[in-house]
């Protein structure tokens, strides 16, 4: 936390408890909507070693990256503004109905696993983990199906970033067409 490094220090503020994150100004859609945001600074925070990189653990945008979460290369063409902006204050919102949703499998056998189904047939159901992993599950051993409904994409993730650096964030990801 003490590090000069504001990467550094970005990655641990975002893994404290919220009560001790440092506070950031409150910001509102519209507030977000009406700010000018630079695409190239935005870049610069989804760079290997921007203060977001640790996002690039789940999305890819070009060559870099996983494909756990969205596609973020031309998220621009997909998303407006406002649903950009919304799916980064509050990630858990629109999980439900996406592709992206995580789910809890429990087994006859008692072992638990979580993740996004990828694939599905009438024998088996295909998990992609969070570590990118896929398991393949026999349906007969399924004993349990839970969705849920937090996003993996942790709340507060864009907390550690000044309203500017947000702005930047959308204007770059928008302009990923």
Same mark, same amino acid.
Request: proline share 6%; with cysteine.
């Given at each position: @936390?003490?590090?000069?490094?504001? +990467?550094? #220090?970005?990655? &641990?503020?975002?893994?404290? $408890? ?5 506070? *950031?100004? %409150? ?14 600074? /935005? ?19 070009? !060559? ?10 031309? =998220? ?8 950009? =902006? ?6 858990? %919102?629109?999980?439900?109905?996406? !592709? &992206? *949703?995580?789910?809890?499998?429990? @087994? ?6 979580? /993740? =996004?189904?990828?694939? #599905? ?7 992609? @983990? =969070?570590?990118? #992993?896929?398991?393949?599950?026999? !349906?007969? !051993? ?10 993996? @994409? $942790?709340?507060?993730?864009? +907390? ?10 959308? %204007? &770059?990801?928008?302009?990923? #067409?």
């Amino acid at each position: @936390m003490a590090s000069s490094d504001p +990467n550094i #220090r970005a990655i &641990f503020e975002s893994l404290l $408890p919220p009560s001790e994150q440092p506070k *950031r100004p %409150a910001v509102t859609i519209d507030q977000l909507l009406a700010i000018s945001g630079d695409p190239l600074k /935005g870049a610069e925070l989804l760079r290997q070693d921007g203060k977001l990189s640790d996002c690039l653990k789940c999305h890819r945008h070009g !060559e870099t990256g996983t494909d756990i979460g969205p596609e973020l290369t031309k =998220i621009g063409a997909r998303l407006s503004r406002r649903q950009l =902006i919304e799916s980064l204050l509050t990630p858990s %919102a629109s999980v439900a109905a996406s !592709e &992206f *949703r995580q789910w809890t499998i429990a @087994m006859l056998d008692g072992t638990v696993h979580s /993740g =996004i189904i990828v694939g #599905r047939d009438a024998a088996s159901l295909t998990l992609k @983990m =969070i570590d990118g #992993r896929t398991l393949k599950l026999a !349906e007969d !051993e399924i004993d349990l199906r839970q969705p849920q409904t937090l996003s993996i @994409m $942790p709340e507060g993730r864009v +907390n550690t970033l000044s309203v500017q650096e947000i702005a930047d964030l959308i %204007a &770059f990801l928008h302009a990923s #067409r």
